[in-house]
């Protein structure tokens, strides 16, 4: 399994950013897959995935309206539009292989990671 994410960078507040994941060795079909951030001094937390059990989306309540999740499944990427940053979007933002989680793929969840990317969004 590998994944490789990139596309951040420095951002105003309002503006947009789109991450990409580039990822080989698996399918959804054995995993899910999402975008997960770190803020400084901050645990991990999911922003958007697709559960391999039922092929559906979900995004955390903080991105709602604001983030998107497509994919190109001809390409192996995994897309993450980010529109209307906030200062409080600033982390490191991961893509990963979720291998098992709970009810939501949103997490707790185990999982391989790619190297991160950071999104800065100045205020």
């Known amino acids: 399994v590998q994944l490789q994410a990139s596309g951040g960078g420095l951002v105003q507040s309002g503006g947009s950013l789109r991450l990409s994941c580039v990822f080989s060795?698996?399918?959804?079909?054995?995993?899910?897959i999402g975008w997960f951030r770190q803020a400084p001094g901050k645990e991990r937390e999911g922003v958007s995935c697709?559960?391999?059990?039922?092929?559906?989306?979900h995004y955390a309540d903080s991105v709602k309206g604001r983030f998107t999740m497509p994919r190109d499944n001809a390409k192996n990427t995994l897309y993450l539009q980010m529109n209307s940053l906030k200062p409080e979007d600033t982390a490191t933002y991961y893509c990963?292989?979720?291998?098992?989680?709970?009810?939501?793929?949103?997490?707790?969840?185990?999982?391989?990671w790619g190297q991160g990317t950071q999104v800065t969004v100045s205020s």
């Open positions: 990963g292989a979720l291998y098992a989680y709970g009810s939501t793929c949103l997490g707790p969840v185990t999982g391989s």
């Open positions: 060795g698996f399918t959804l079909d054995d995993y899910g």
């Open positions: 697709i559960s391999s059990r039922d092929y559906v989306t």
